[in-house]
């Protein structure tokens, strides 16, 4: 950094806002994750507008081949010189002629790595480098980063060990065995690729630590401990006793770098156990944080923690965007950052000062046995919220008599009308918004023009039942609980079809067979390959229904491991036994906020379901997945919802312009891009979530 712009930096930090002009950004290159360099999810390309866009046709498609039950894409492409690149389901990346689809190179790290059925988790997104004629594909398989040539698609062997490096070293932890993948990914800065993790959800999760790479080597440049060391900042909101057991804090969501200041923009998740607390007391720094860190060194210059000791799964799930908005007269160079809990944070970039007051708030306490809650939680008094914020008696779902009557069952004795209950060692509590937002992974989109911020939102509600961990006699049970429990659920019922019942697994597996499934994992089911070989003979053991599994064996004997002491009794929508959720519609919502003032433009149900519209109710949303793109045209697109299409909407008004049918639903943020003179929007159509699983990347384009 030069003088004038460490100057001018050290100005903005005493002035509280920037008046100086904006870097210039190139707002028709869609090369990172989030479009744009600042994450906004803004194209400046005009040829696509409102009057037009009902015109748009499919201009190519390509298929992958390689779409398996219960399969996804998430990944939204970028392009590099007339170059798309993206994944597939089963994480080959590939590179396509943007203009055409057709297939340019294609790399299945597997014959590399091995293991050709192995669990690599999804994939968001791959990042790209240059210096000079050096240009480079990264991205992520199972617990492997990888770098390949971004022109011929061949592994760069100087990189790391061969052309790979392996995300569970170098960790600063005793231990290797985790459970590592990344599912979005990394953030350049200069020769650094600033990388975070997906991890377990359980006790045995590693630390969420951030880490940067040498792009050129592979080798680690430096760490950030998101569950500090003792003698760093933020130990002390921490049990000593157990805070070197404890795992996560974890970036999965993606980050966003001001590549001119050289901040890198970190939000974190929750610290395990999700739902219990009891081993962390206190407000568990840096979980749940919004990090703004030095991108050359990794040190800590402002943070923000949005959940103080999170015992609901609040974590944050999209990287932010970088804005530029005006306040009071002047303009200010600004982070947002949106939330689960349908909220949004901004701050001043360099100082991490509140655009808009945040306050400390007293909530309801916690009553679970071993459990010490926060006191406060801090709500911002702007942005107006982007979807309701509590689920109150009047909210049950009413369509017709036979459904709310299914859910007011379901909810008796349950607790809700209160956006803060903490989990109840007795009675289920109605958690609202839901695990899964809220807001979601697919971010928001900033139109720098206007300064408006578009996000898309789930608006269902769901439950957290506890139960006591009563299996401190029975080995297989507590097993299970803590690396299966919260998907399938205690009762190994699971949720069709997304997540499979587990019973009567004896009649489909061996113990071999079932080994190798943990072992390699498959769908959207991890590999367990990191817990040791008798754990899981004790799984397995209890999975084929052996009786006896275990339940001679005393888990506290194991002093290194940690069990909490209560569980959660599954992933749990509020829905009623047809699948209809269990609130009033709209379920799906989009959103405009004028982000100069914080209140809402306009905000509109987001997709439909079918068969309720032909009982006459419409205009009811749906459960979505993926983020919006808006354009200078006039126009914002989104793909997301389960109803497998994809539509455009005017950016001003909200109302719909356009809609297309997609061969299976786009469960991803879309790119925008031009070649050729052409603007393109492709959409990468993966399905699953629920919904039937596809292989394919659908372009759109005008006529000619």
Avoid at 500 to 522: F, I, T
Wanted: glycine share 10%.
């Amino acid at each position: 950094m030069n003088f004038r712009k460490i100057l001018f930096s050290a100005v903005c930090l005493l002035t509280f806002s920037c008046t100086e002009k904006a870097p210039e950004i190139d707002y028709t290159d869609w090369s990172y994750y989030g479009g744009p360099e600042d994450g906004s999810r803004y194209s400046a390309l005009t040829q696509i507008t409102k009057d037009n866009v009902s015109q748009l046709q499919v201009a190519w498609t390509y298929h992958t081949g390689d779409a398996t039950e219960r399969s996804q894409i998430q990944c939204q492409p970028i392009v590099v010189d007339g170059l798309l690149y993206g994944t597939t389901p089963k994480l080959n990346v590939f590179a396509l002629d943007a203009a055409t689809g057709a297939e340019v190179w294609r790399f299945d790290p597997f014959q590399v790595l091995g293991g050709e059925n192995s669990w690599a988790g999804t994939n968001r997104g791959v990042t790209f480098w240059e210096e000079g004629e050096d240009k480079r594909i990264l991205f992520t398989a199972g617990n492997w980063l990888m770098a390949l040539n971004a022109q011929t698609g061949e592994p760069i062997l100087s990189f790391g060990d061969q052309g790979k490096v392996d995300l569970r070293k170098d960790l600063d932890t005793d231990l290797e065995d985790f459970l590592i993948v990344s599912n979005s990914p990394g953030v350049v800065f200069e020769d650094k690729l600033i990388m975070g993790m997906r991890l377990s959800e359980g006790l045995d999760a590693a630390p969420g630590n951030i880490r940067a790479y040498n792009i050129k080597t592979g080798k680690r440049e430096w760490i950030f401990h998101t569950i500090p060391h003792e003698g760093e900042e933020g130990y002390e909101t921490w049990d000593p006793k157990y805070i070197r057991q404890i795992g996560a804090a974890n970036n999965w969501a993606g980050m966003t770098v001001d590549q001119s200041r050289g901040i890198v923009f970190v939000p974190t998740g929750s610290a395990t156990y999700d739902f219990w607390g009891g081993y962390r007391t206190g407000d568990n720094l840096y979980a749940n944080s919004l990090l703004a860190l030095n991108a050359h060194t990794g040190k800590r210059i402002w943070h923000f923690q949005a959940v103080h000791h999170d015992v609901w799964d609040r974590d944050f799930p999209a990287n932010p965007n970088l804005i530029r908005i005006q306040k009071d007269g002047k303009w200010i160079d600004a982070v947002a950052q949106i939330s689960k809990q349908g909220m949004t944070y901004v701050f001043v970039r360099e100082t991490g000062k509140p655009i808009w007051p945040i306050q400390e708030t007293p909530v309801t306490q916690s009553v679970m046995p071993g459990e010490v809650s926060s006191k406060t939680q801090p709500i911002p008094t702007l942005p107006e919220p982007f979807m309701n914020m509590v689920f109150e008696e009047k909210d049950i779902l009413n369509l017709t008599p036979e459904w709310e009557s299914d859910i007011r069952t379901q909810l008796e004795g349950a607790i809700l009308g209160d956006t803060w209950a903490p989990p109840h060692p007795e009675k289920p509590i109605v958690l609202f918004p839901g695990m899964d937002g809220g807001g979601e992974w697919g971010g928001a989109s900033f139109d720098p023009q206007t300064q408006t911020l578009y996000v898309n939102a789930n608006q269902i509600p769901w439950l957290i039942d506890m139960t006591p961990n009563a299996s401190f006699g029975n080995v297989g049970l507590s097993i299970y609980s803590n690396y299966c429990g919260n998907c399938h659920g205690l009762d190994r019922k699971g949720n069709p079809p997304a997540l499979p019942s587990l019973l009567g697994l004896k009649e489909k597996y061996s113990a071999d067979s079932l080994d190798q499934l943990l072992r390699k994992g498959r769908g959207a089911m991890p590999a367990f390959s990191h817990i040791s070989a008798e754990e899981r003979g004790i799984l397995i053991d209890y999975l084929l229904g052996k009786a006896d599994a275990g339940d001679k064996k005393e888990l506290e004997a194991e002093s290194s491991k940690l069990y909490p002491r209560y569980y959660m009794k599954g992933y749990q929508r509020l829905t009623t036994k047809e699948g209809i959720y269990g609130s009033n519609p709209p379920w799906g919502l989009l959103t405009a906020i004028d982000m100069n003032t914080g209140f809402r433009k306009w905000q509109i149900p987001l997709g439909s379901i079918d068969s309720l519209k032909t009982m006459g109710f419409e205009n009811t949303g749906i459960e979505n997945y993926g983020g919006p793109v808006v354009t200078a045209g006039g126009v914002l697109f989104i793909a997301a919802t389960k109803d497998e299409k994809i539509r455009a909407f005017d950016k001003e008004t909200g109302q719909l312009l356009w809609e297309a049918q997609l061969p299976a639903a786009g469960h991803a943020t879309p790119a925008v891009y031009e070649k050729g003179g052409k603007q393109f929007l492709v959409i990468a159509c993966g399905g699953g979530k629920g919904t039937k699983s596809g292989d394919a990347y659908v372009a759109f384009a005008l006529p000619d």
